[in-house]
């Protein structure tokens, strides 16, 4: 029988565990997908130990935001796919009742796309919530142009990897934003165009510096916290803000000073829209072709080293490179 990781209560890595039990049948307008490989996002890891604000059906909670594999039963009314066909899920929003971390998932068939040739398995697997959340943040709400100088935070995360790809894919010029001066030349690598390293240098001046004088036009803030302040202060008057994360788990002081436009965003706002959905599957997939975009992955688990694969994620030591699980139906 199909293999499917749950969890019955939170707590660390070691409460999930690997159980065997029937596939859904798709119902109208659903689909069901034998997963390949799915991706560890640290929203997983929040659902598991109890951290997410959002309710999580307990006891046998499923896991797992992204992945890929092929369409293996279509339900009644589905239209545009074809048993066999490779594709992408998008976000899943009920992840602890339909979640990747399987063999097999059925979900609306707007929440799949078909997966770019160009792209390996374990890469397929983890696109789309670094980069639809990167793409949604700076080209859907902040309308990012050619030319604007765009500030990326935490910019060799997972997100903000994905950001300078885009940024670059579309013209703009993206500046990361990093702790550590040793990261300088990796960014550099991964296609920023400037390195901000707030351990050497204050954040406001060097951004000025970087600008000519102006401030960036965007600021993507994944980070928050009180260092938000200076991001503020790094934006040129008339600018834009989107706040997209929090790994900086400090308030954030009520933004003043400058006037910018500030938006809050969670991709779920757009993944659930088919129309944005369409749009983001057209720019990912012309980015994967033209080799603008490519995730980087840090290391491949199997499902029954899910364990292992969170324990890894916890350590923090995969810098923006995704860890990925395959899958063996
Ligand atoms: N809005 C949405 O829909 C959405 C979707 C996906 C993710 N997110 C959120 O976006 C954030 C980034 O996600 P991710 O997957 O890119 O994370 P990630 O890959 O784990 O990011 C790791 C990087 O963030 C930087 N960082 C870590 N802790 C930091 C801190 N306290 N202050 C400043 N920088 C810190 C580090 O870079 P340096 O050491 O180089 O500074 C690290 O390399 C998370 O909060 C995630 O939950 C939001």
């Known amino acids: 029988m199909p293999r499917v990781v749950v969890f019955d209560e939170f707590g660390g890595p070691d409460v999930m565990h690997v159980v065997e039990e029937p596939v859904v049948e798709p119902a109208v307008g659903e689909v069901r997908v034998r ?3 799915f991706a560890v996002n640290p929203l997983d890891q929040m659902m598991r130990s109890g951290a997410l604000p959002a309710a999580v059906g307990l006891p046998h909670a499923r896991l797992g935001v992204e992945g890929t594999g092929v369409v293996d039963a279509l339900g009644p009314e589905v239209t545009g796919l074809d048993i066999g066909d490779p594709v992408i899920l998008t976000a899943i929003p009920d992840a602890s009742a339909r979640g990747s971390y399987a063999e097999y998932t059925t979900l609306p068939a ?10 390996g398995i374990t890469e397929a ?6 980069y639809s959340t990167a793409y949604g943040a700076l080209v859907e709400k902040a309308g990012m142009r050619p030319g604007d100088q765009v500030l990326i935070t935490a910019a060799s995360g997972g997100v903000g990897r994905a950001a300078i790809q885009i940024a ?4 703009a010029v993206p500046i990361a934003l990093t702790r550590h001066t040793a990261r300088r030349d990796e ?5 920023a165009a400037a390195v901000v390293a707030t351990d050497r240098t204050d954040v406001v001046e ?12 965007i600021v993507l803030d994944v980070v928050m916290g009180p260092g938000q302040q200076d991001l503020l202060k790094a934006a040129r008057p008339g ?19 400058t006037p910018l436009t500030i938006f ?15 749009r983001m599957a057209a720019f990912l997939n012309a980015g994967v072709r033209l080799g603008a975009l490519r995730p980087a992955i840090d290391r491949v688990f199997a499902l029954d080293d899910i364990v292992e694969a969170h324990r890894h994620l916890e350590k923090g030591l995969h810098a923006g490179k995704k860890i990925v699980v395959t899958v063996q139906a």
């Not at 809050?264 to 369409?278: G, I, K, N």
Request: proline share 7%; charged share 15%.
């Open 264 to 278: 809050s965003y969670r991709s779920f706002e757009h993944t659930l829209d088919a129309v944005v959905v369409r």
């Open 206 to 217: 060097a951004v000025r510096h970087h600008t000519g004088g102006t401030g960036a036009d």
């Open 125 to 130: 697997a983890a696109i789309w919530v670094a």
């Open 35 to 37: 997963i390949e490989a």
């Open 168 to 171: 670059n894919q579309i013209g």
């Open 239 to 257: 600018g834009t803000l989107v706040a997209a994360g929090f790994l900086d788990p400090r308030p954030a002081p009520f933004p003043t000073g």
């Open 110 to 119: 707007s929440q799949v796309v078909a997966r770019p040739a160009e792209l």
């Open 187 to 191: 960014l550099l690598a991964a296609g």
